[in-house]
């Protein structure tokens, strides 16, 4: 089962994404399907995606499967399973292009880019709005005042 998490940024300024202006103060968010917990997808945000620009980065993909540190959408590397000395193990293959299907290794796979979808964000006015109390969704992220914060649907604090 998938700990599915919401990732989101409250906009510092007025800022144009998606080709649309958004308001100071407007939340922007997408969700991640798979390892949403603080240990996986929270301390990789805090890690890799510090700053308000790289999570504009980040989330201007749209919706996504999983979230690594790269976003780039470029081939290289990716784990496949493979019989080594009468065991088996994940062993590391070339993958020229990465897809939904064939992910490279440590690489963000959206489902518009990689899957064909239609891009998709959500767009909130408040925090209330944004954490709501949705059953399906185990954690929310959200880059506020230059750090991350977590909310497990109610009052957000820094991890």
């Known amino acids: 089962m998938a700990t599915r998490s919401m990732i989101g940024i409250r906009l510092t300024a007025n800022t144009t994404m998606f080709g649309k202006e958004y308001k100071k103060g407007t939340i922007i968010s997408v969700y991640c399907h798979s390892d949403g917990y603080p240990e996986d997808v929270g301390a990789r945000l805090q ?3 510090n700053t308000e620009a790289k999570a504009i980065e980040l989330i201007s993909g749209g919706y ?6 790269k976003i ?10 493979q019989q080594v000395d009468g065991s088996w ?4 293959v070339p993958n020229p292009v990465h897809s939904f299907a064939t992910p490279t290794k440590d690489e ?4 518009a880019r990689d899957r064909g979808e239609h891009i998709q964000w959500d767009v909130d006015t408040s925090m209330k709005s944004y954490a709501c109390a949705d059953g399906m969704i185990a954690y ?14 109610s009052s957000f604090r820094k991890f």
């Open 108 to 111: 963000t796979v959206y489902y």
């Open 72 to 81: 780039t959408g470029a081939g290289g590397v990716r784990n496949e399973m």
């Open 140 to 153: 929310y992220y959200i880059f506020k005042d230059g750090i991350w914060k977590v909310s497990q649907g």
């Open 64 to 69: 996504m499967s999983s979230c690594y540190k």
């Open 47 to 49: 890690r890799t995606f």
């Open 89 to 92: 193990k994940y062993v590391e």
